[in-house]
């Protein structure tokens, strides 16, 4: 069975999607689009801007979730997901690409989404740290055990998951995750605390907007962030999606669950190939590939 799987903010790069743009009429349409409904010239950024610009999460998220869709309509007839799942902001492209939001929609999401956050930083300093080399259950137990708010926020794979919350919480935890045999605790240069706590004020104001959006039938089940398993009900997919920007991505078991399920190949649809890497580790016995475009 084929899983296609969609990639989260820190996949973009400057010159994302020019090639499409270039090659394939229903690209340069979509970007057009997107220029229109995020009313800035996005693709300039992309095409031609600099890492800095393409870094401000207003442009970034809207950015890789653009090069996704359009990768996937590029595609086709060849196109033909029997599942699919997204790290994060990947899971908005997952929900256009099996139908469940339209690319309108899904891209006005994204947008709010990414302004939502920036707000949610700004009123609280706070921070993410990659911790490699310990079990699951030992992050849990020092983030629980360390005083103020850090909670493990990214099962990205076995021995990698990442941490957010306050900022002095995370360097303290850091410090104790080293002690503990971490090979690494790492700050890492984002904007703030993603699935944390200190969400909350980005996740009341995107649950609104995602509210009164509509969600159709899935073409095939989305294994979203929060549950790890297959989801076929749009109303179930509306309300996780709630849920995500103060609850953890669970990627290692919803990548274990898709195996579970059936899937042998996973095809990245997005920039970059992060998540190939990650699935590798999590799955070795799966096939992992790019697109094939015509």
């Known amino acids: 069975m084929n899983a296609y799987v969609f990639p989260g903010q820190g996949a973009q790069f400057v010159g994302m999607g020019l090639d499409l743009y270039e090659k394939y009429p229903i690209a340069k349409e979509l970007f ?14 992309m095409f031609s801007g600099t890492a800095e610009g393409l870094k401000e999460t207003k442009v970034t ?22 599942m699919v799942a997204g790290h994060s902001l990947g899971e908005f492209s997952a929900l256009v690409a099996n139908s469940t939001l339209s690319f309108e929609d899904g891209l006005k999401l994204v947008s709010q989404r990414a302004l939502a956050m920036q707000k949610a930083c700004e009123l609280r300093p706070s921070a993410m740290a990659a911790v490699l080399g310990l079990d699951d259950a030992v992050v849990e137990k020092i983030c629980k055990e360390t005083p103020g708010i850090v909670v493990a926020a990214n099962y990205n794979c076995p021995g990698q998951l990442v941490i957010s919350g306050e900022v002095v919480a995370v360097e303290l935890a850091c410090e104790k995750l080293k002690e503990a045999g971490a090979k690494r605790a790492l700050m890492l240069p984002v904007g703030g605390a993603f699935h ?20 159709s039938q899935p073409s095939c089940a989305i294994y979203q962030n929060v549950t790890t398993t297959a989801v076929n009900s749009s109303s179930e ?3 996780n999606l709630m ?5 953890p991505v669970k990627w290692t078991q919803s990548v274990q669950n898709m195996v579970k399920d059936g899937a042998t190949l996973f095809t990245e649809i997005g920039p970059g190939k992060v998540l190939q890497g990650l699935v590798k580790k999590i799955a070795p016995g799966a096939e992992t590939t790019a697109p094939i475009l015509e």
């Not at 689009?33 to 950024?45: M, S």
Request: hydrophobic letters at 45%.
């Open 32 to 45: 057009h689009k997107a220029n229109d409904i995020l009313g800035f010239d996005i693709t300039e950024v």
């Open 237 to 239: 997919i509306k309300k």
């Open 61 to 82: 998220q809207p950015a890789v979730f653009l090069h996704s869709v359009v990768l996937s309509k590029v595609m086709g007839e060849s196109f033909k997901p029997d």
């Open 196 to 215: 944390s706590p200190l969400m909350e004020p980005a996740r009341e104001e995107l649950a609104a907007a995602i509210e009164s959006t509509v969600f």
């Open 243 to 247: 849920l995500q920007l103060t609850a």
